[in-house]
């Protein structure tokens, strides 16, 4: 057992391991409540004003769709440097788990965005009229019968988000933001220091694992389906 | 003109495709007494759910008006109309119940969203529930109900918020016959206890006899057949006569002429003594009669020598009935 004193000795475990660990869930926390805050307006508008939606309007559809596929489409670190001139206005610096929220949010909500709009579609259109019918205003609609009954849906979708976020936010890692990822880089891929990389990735295959279980256990509980 | 139930005017209601268009209604003309049931059958594609969709204001006529209870709904600005369908029920074929919601959620959700107080609405949630059967059951969700159960937690949902008027789109033909029965029942006692005006679509004429004071057929968007029941069971050789009313198939064999004779609102018995009175040689070879619409309703086919066959018409028909020669067999 001479490797686990060994791991178990080392400063890098010992000193920085629980910090990289606290600002891997910091960094993924903010970012993912701001994707759902975001991306899930984004999602409503873009199902509400497609055709056969609530409030359908060709042009604005069409808009929030491109945006979306800009975001969606952009390689995750070409993003983060882009937008380091709003991180440092936003954040006042471009490094530190802080300035990663920024590139990991804009990432995320037109992802989320999608996942959100797919869920939302899933509810036939005869609840809404049902809804319609009753004499429910759009934004009932909206809230009442389109989130409510594609929650488990909207749910699965945020847990595939969150679990993005994880790995992205490693990646993050790479341009300064801390975080396992950052370490995992700097101790293992500069100082060769396998075992510190290995303890980081099993971190963040735990943390998956969590997420995942957590997401599927709650969309579960709300599925009445 | 204050005109309580439905009244369409020439409504048209034209869907543009990319090639061309779909007239899905071509100036329908109907009027819904308050407090009847009124049936609309017709083929497939014949417009009946459009018909419904622009009372409930979803669809928007091409031209013509759609009233309910006095109110032009086809005009109504969209603030006009939530508040107009406060009065509209709907019973959908699938159902549609929100799956996210208990039974007494889904019934309550129309009391919801006019503000009615909770209390109130508990209230009313548990007299809905008992009124359709399904007292008890209030907390299982859409999941947990039968077929049945679910449509009768959609009809006490389209009640909910009592509407004057019930719309239904085929609220039976995903329901085994026996359960159709009894939700039949259910739309008829309701009429009759808080004089609803009923507007049901249906495909099956079982459902047409069993609840329906009158009934329209339409044809590719137009009325093709129009009346009370049994007006329009009465009418020999027209196609709701004929589906109303099926004749059981002729036995084999048989001589001379067929004469249909169609009758309504007649006493039965004297039908017969009519018949019997024909002579030599008549026979009924097959015959239907049906209780529609409260009243006794037949269609009869008779087998008549060739050359008595003009003679036996003129006095079935002296004697009030419908009647028409068929061609020789
Ligand atoms: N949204 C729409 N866009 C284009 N055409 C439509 C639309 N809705 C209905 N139609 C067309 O209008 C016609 C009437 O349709 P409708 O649904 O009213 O028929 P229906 O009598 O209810 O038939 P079914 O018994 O099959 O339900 C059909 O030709 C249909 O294709
Ligand atoms: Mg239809």
Known sequence: ?225 | MVDDGIVLNALRKVYPLRSGEVMALDGIDLRVQRGAVHGIVGESGAGKSTLIRCVTGLERPTSGSVWVDGEEISAAGERDLRRARRRIGMVFQHVHLFDARTAADNVGYPLRIAKVPAARRRERVAELLELVGLQGRGDSYPAQLSGGQRQRVGIARALAADPSVLLCDEPTSALDAATTRQILRLIRDVRDRIGLTVLIITHEMSVVREVCDSVTLLDRGRVAEHGPLAEVAGRPGTRLARELIPLPPLPAGGAGAGVEVAFAGADTASVFRTIGGLGDGVEVAAGTVETLGGTQAGRLRLDVPADRRDEVLRALRDAGLHAEGGEAR
């Open chain 1, 1 to 225: 057992m001479s490797w686990l004193t060994e791991l178990t000795s080392n400063p890098a475990i010992t000193d920085r391991l629980p910090e990289a660990a606290v600002e891997t869930l910091l960094m993924v926390g903010w970012s993912a409540l701001l994707a759902a805050l975001g991306g899930l307006p984004l999602g409503l508008w873009l199902r509400s004003s497609d055709p056969g939606g609530l409030r359908p309007h060709r042009a604005v559809n069409a808009v929030l769709s491109l945006v979306v596929n800009v975001g969606r489409s952009l390689p995750f670190i070409i993003l983060a440097i882009a937008l380091i001139p709003v991180t440092r206005w936003l954040t006042g610096s471009a490094l530190g788990w802080q300035a990663a929220v920024v590139p990991l949010t804009v990432g995320a909500i037109p992802f989320y965005a999608r996942l959100a709009e797919a869920a939302v579609r899933e509810v036939p259109a005869g609840k809404v009229e049902a809804a319609l019918l009753a004499g429910a205003s759009r934004r009932q609609v909206l809230a009442g019968v389109l989130v409510r009954e594609s929650l488990p849906g909207l749910v699965s979708g945020f847990t595939v988000t969150v679990v993005a976020l994880v790995s992205y936010s490693a990646m993050a890692g790479a341009i300064g933001a801390g975080g396992l990822g950052f370490l995992a880089i700097s101790y293992g891929y500069n100082r060769f220091q396998w075992d510190v990389m290995i303890v980081c990735v099993v971190l963040i295959v735990l943390l998956v694992q969590l997420l995942q279980t957590v997401g599927d256990l709650v969309a579960r509980a709300l599925d009445h389906r």
